[in-house]
């Protein structure tokens, strides 16, 4: 069995990033992981971006390889034989799919879940337009921007690195239990967002842990070209 699990490509990834408070993400904080600081602040990242050629343990999904994914997530690390390892946490990650859904929840042990989902991409010369939207409660929230088609590497300490420069996923399996995998793919170029816009009812999508983000206008939103990715099968527990 090939040691991949999963391979696609990530493509047009804009991410929202809100300043919260520590105490907010400690009930969602995996055993044997800590807090990620970034100029002495923690991030929960709003993200939307396009699935695309997607295949498991190299197999292409025929009819649902390319989807739209809305996650929302924050960044830690673990220190293992003294070398650092900077990862995210999922809170939740919705696809339109049931089928991709069902199987991610059950290999992944992950908090998916199902909902209509649709996007806008259009690209100009100068300028690209990107917006996903989800449907929650009957209402259709969304997470756009304006962003120049000029790519440009990440700067030595930006947002940008921060945010995207995490190359492992950990999962809290139970209080006592935790899970890592690693995730591969190349350091980023960024378009410069000079406009975006955000509807997000938090409160129906992630909890009331996080209705307040309703009231709150994000720290930073940033867009990355993507790449194509893959995530290793094997886990460790820890």
């Not at 992950?110 to 690209?123: D, P, R």
């Not at 304006?146 to 300490?157: F, I, P, Q, V, Y």
């Not at 995207?164 to 793919?185: D, M, P, V, W």
């Amino acid at each position: 069995m090939t040691d991949t699990f999963l391979s696609a490509k990530w493509e047009n990834l804009i991410m929202a990033n809100y300043a919260v408070s520590p105490e907010v993400l400690k009930p969602y904080l995996p055993q044997g992981v800590e807090l990620d600081f970034h100029d002495g602040k923690v991030y929960v990242s709003l993200v939307g971006f396009m699935f695309k050629e997607t295949s498991l343990f190299k197999i292409p999904i025929p009819f649902f390889g390319t989807f739209e994914e809305i996650n929302l997530r924050f960044y830690v690390k673990r220190m293992e034989e003294g070398t650092e390892k900077r990862g995210v946490v999922f809170i939740n990650e919705s696809v339109p799919y049931k089928s991709v859904a069902w199987l991610a929840n059950k290999l992944y042990k992950e908090h998916y879940i199902s909902i209509a989902t649709k996007h806008s991409i259009q690209v100009g010369k100068r300028d690209k337009q990107i917006k996903y939207e989800w449907e929650i409660n009957n209402t259709w929230n969304h997470l756009a921007v304006n962003a120049s088609t000029e790519k440009s590497e990440m700067l030595r300490g930006s947002i940008e690195e921060f945010i995207f420069e995490h190359y492992y996923g950990y999962t809290k399996i139970n209080n006592r239990l935790s899970q890592e995998y690693k995730i591969h793919h190349p350091r980023w170029l960024v378009n410069k967002v000079t406009d975006y816009s955000i509807y997000c009812d938090f409160a129906s999508m992630y909890g009331n842990d996080y209705a307040f983000l309703n009231n709150q206008k994000p720290d930073s939103v940033i867009l990355a070209e993507g790449s194509p990715v893959n995530v290793k099968w094997k886990r460790t527990n820890f």
